[in-house]
Each structure stands twice: as structure tokens, then as C-alpha cells.
């Protein structure tokens, strides 16, 4: 691609042809899709820390909370025409003795998929689950489900578009026949879990609202980080991407992978109230359109196929329901590894002594069965080898597509496109970065505003994009006539209703402007840019266009 500081004749005016694609289709997405809406408040479910400590003390000695903003009742459930007989919120001490918020800390194993399409979070919940501090960030473990201290008020941390907000749930849970319906952990006293799900499907207006989803989000949302996707399909290099998974694993990093669903869904479930009647496993015991915990990835020694890269991965459904194919538990080629290698990796058991949801398959053959691989990480990875590098520097600053103003729309219109908001990256010359070759890595990013504020409609997901220009006036917004006669230095690419999209740029010391953008113009939306890099930079937003006269 041309550099930004590349001009060409009048004669020769830069011609570009914007695209916009939609999303694929969200995984274990149910029957019903709430009717959508512009953005207004995002206020739904969220308390200030004020309010919350107000709450508590207004309870009187013995009394247990009940939050009559998300009630134990079927509207907390659906808000479609779905019914769910039979079923009777409970508290954790009215279905266990002794029940704690987590026993013997968190970890992948804890999850446990219950009736509810929404293994995107889940999925995400387990890898998170890694590193339980962060789980206790979102879940503080100091919360008493009975006994001394007892409120039954819970509080739980969520990130949302740029900061950590709170959210307050009773612990009252879906039970039929005194067990959970919906997600639990694998020891019965431990309810993080369900009540983690819980605070969400508040967020989101009820807990069918988290019926599909995309994993990226979700882990964003427990951590903060940023979450990468990548289309296997789209990813021709499988030797440097398995390299990739390898380093992000063993750094940390949080991984899910999905599979797409080709058949038409049935429609059993609606009636049983189980989402997972919906999906079987196929010949090999896998389930299509379900999202999948990548809990390790290895490369063991074999005494005749030699090197054999691995994968890991958990069903968050904690059954059965595992690959049956090459590597599979239990099966012959792990007797070709040493049993050192096997401990190590706890591999090569029996079929049948743990049906647990995870087991360990060949890359070749997680490549060909899965579609999509999320990545996500508390920091950015500028040489995108899999492990956070050393920030200098992290930015943030929020911006506003206003119809009529500043919600220009793509580059098919220069003229409307110049009106987009504008922010000036400077990139400074001292300090050490990534790159040997005098450029400095940035990461940036620009994620539309998402936050629900009503329980009855979805926020609708814009098709948003960014493009990055080299400017020798850092003084003021790029003008149209710029963009007829100058190349960009990057962008983010095909505008996508992706909550965040992303691009990884090298640049030379200098100043350049960040244009976000939705791909239809006078589409009204809030955003926000961030921007990490290990050198130092100034971010800062350029003044507006004057507004127009008419």
C-alpha cells in the first residue's frame, strides 16, 4: 500500500471503493432476536459503588436481599413467548449446606454449560478462569452465601466500554427439581459460576438475551484486554499461527475456538427448554455451532510420527461430548509418548476414566473442525508472537457520530468521509520500540458504544472502520481535497458490525489522524479509540468542522 506521504496528480485522483460485511451468525444463537435500537444510555443493570454500599445498609439484620430490577420471576428468564415449567428460584443454602462463592479457588474446570445457549460466554468464563485473580476481579470471593455476613446481595465487576462497573444481583437462581437450570460449576458447594451468569443476563435483560454471542466480547468484558479474532479459513500461514497459539498460551493469554453451524436448527428445544437438544455431536464428538475453551497447546515427541503439534480443548458442556478422533482420550498413538510427556500434559488416560468435555486433538485436525480462534490479552502483542509487550504508553479518548454534524460515513463520499471526528496520533522520536527499523508499533483500536439500556431491545451494532492518515498540519482535521490526492497509511479494513475492530501499525516518528467511521453516513453512534504503543505518543482530538448552515 502506498505510504501516506505519497501525493499523486490531480489527474490521477485516488479512487477507493469502500465494503461492508456483516458479522457471521453468533454461535447457539436462539429462535428469538430482540428487536433492535439506536444507543441511549447504557445504564441497564449498572450501579454506582455509592449506591451499592446504600443498598446494604438498608437491609435489616436477617434480611436478604431481593432485586425487584431483575425479579425471580419468568421475565428475568425470556422475553420471548418461551416458557419454562416448573421452575423455582432458589438460594445457594436452600440447595446445598455450606455453599461458598468459590472452593479451592477458580479454574476451567469449575464451568459447566447448563439449558442456555450461551457458551460464547462461558467458554470465555473458563479461559479467563486460568488466572483466578482475574476471575476474582469480576467476582470477589469475600461475598458470604451463608452464615455470618450473609445479605444474599451479590456484586460483580464487569468491563464495559472503558471502565469497570458494578452489578448487583440477589443470589435467587433457576432450579427445577432443586437443580441449577442454567450454567453451575462441577463442585456442588460452588456457585461463582451461576452467579456470574446471572449479573450478565442482567446486563443484557435476561438470561435468553445471552442465547449467541461472540466469545471476543465476552472476554473483553471479564478482563479489559483485547481480544483478536481470526477466520482459520483466512489464515493461510497455519505454521506461524499455531507458533502464535503456542506463545499466547504459555503467556497467558485467554483462547477460544468455535465452530460453525450448517444445519437448520431444531426446534425440539424450544418446547424441552434444553438449547442443547438443538446441538449433537457429530461422528467425531464434536458439536457444531459451539464455542470451545483452548486450555493448552503443545508439541510431544511420538517414537514413530516424531514431532506432533497439539491442541487442548474443554466443552464447556464438562461431559462426554468429546472428540473421538486422532488423540482423542484413550486413544493408541498416546502409547507412542513417553510417559513423562503424557504427565505432563495429563494425557493418554482411559475413554472412560474421565468424561470431563476435555481432550487434546491434533492441530491439523483442530484447524480442519474449528472455523474461528479467539485470542485475547490483558495488553497488546505488537509483533504479534503471542505474548504481551512492554506498553509505554495506553490512551484512551471517546468520540460521537452525530447525524448532520460528524457522522460522515465511509471514503465513498470523500466529502461527507472529511466530516467523520478526527484525533491526531504523534508518534514521538525518542524511546525504544519494537521495531528495529526506526518505525514504532501501535496497536489501534475503536470500539462502538454497546452498553443495553433497555431490556426489551439490543443495541444495533453499527458497520464501523477506521482509517489512519499521515498529516504535515497537526494543527487542524484533514479536508476533503486531502483524500482525493493522498494514499492511507492504514486502516482497519472491511467495515463489520464487530463491537471493536483493530489494526497493528508500524510508524515512523511524525504525526498522523485517526478517522473513525460507520460505513452508512449519518449513522448516529458512540465510540471510543484506544491506542498502546512502547514508545511515547500524544493522542488527541482534532477540532470538529464548523456545523453545516442547513
Known sequence: MANGNATI??????????????????????????????????????????????????????????????????????????????????????????PYMFVDGASRRDVVQGALGDCWFLSSCAAVARKPKLIERVVPPDQALHGDGYTGLVVCRLWRFGTWVLVVVDDRLPTKSDALIFARSTHPQEFWVALLEKAYAKL???????????????????????????????????????????????????????????????????????????????????????????????????????????????NPWANAAEWTGAWADGDERWSGVDSKQKSRLGAGRSSSSLHDGEFWMSYQDFCDEFEEVTVCTLGPDFDHDGTVDAVGQVKAIRGEWMVGRTAGGSRNDFEKFATNPQFLLEVDETGAGVCSNGSCSVLVAVMQEHRRSRRDFGVKMLQIGFVVYQTRDPTRPLPADYFYHHYEESSSGVYINYREVLARLELAPGSYVIIPATFTPDTPGQFMVRVYSPKPFHLSALPLPPASDG
Not at 41 to 46: A, I, Q
Not at 278 to 298: C, I, K, M, N, Q
Not at 308 to 314: E, F, T
Request: hydrophobic share 35%; glycine share 8%.
Open 9 to 98: 496528480s490531480v489527474e490521477e485522483e485516488v479512487q477507493v471503493v469502500e465494503e461492508a460485511r456483516e458479522a457471521p451468525k453468533n454461535v447457539e444463537s436462539g429462535a428469538f432476536e430482540l428487536p433492535e435500537t439506536d444507543f441511549e444510555d447504557g445504564r441497564l443493570g449498572v450501579m454506582e459503588a455509592e449506591a451499592v454500599e446504600n443498598l446494604r445498609n438498608s437491609l435489616a439484620p436477617g434480611e436478604l436481599f431481593t432485586d425487584d430490577s431483575f425479579p425471580a420471576d419468568p421475565s428475568s428468564l425470556f422475553l420471548s413467548e418461551r416458557e419454562e415449567p416448573d421452575v423455582v428460584w432458589r438460594r445457594p443454602h436452600e440447595l446445598v449446606d455450606s
Open 204 to 314: 443484557h435483560g435476561s438470561y435468553e438475551a445471552l442465547e449467541g454471542g461472540q466469545s471476543m466480547d465476552a472476554m473483553v468484558d471479564l478482563t479489559g484486554g483485547l481480544a483478536e479474532r481470526f477466520d482459520l479459513e483466512d489464515t493461510p500461514d497455519k505454521r506461524r499461527f499455531f507458533k502464535l497459539l503456542m506463545t499466547a498460551s504459555r503467556s497467558g493469554a485467554f483462547i477460544t475456538a468455535s465452530r460453525k453451524k450448517d444445519q437448520p436448527y431444531d426446534t425440539q428445544w424450544l418446547n424441552s427448554g434444553d438449547w442443547r437438544l438443538a446441538y449433537r455431536t457429530d461422528e467425531h464428538g464434536l458439536v457444531e455451532g459451539h464455542a470451545y475453551t483452548v486450555s493448552g497447546v503443545a508439541t510431544v515427541s511420538h517414537d514413530t510420527l516424531g514431532a506432533v503439534n497439539l491442541v487442548r480443548v474443554r
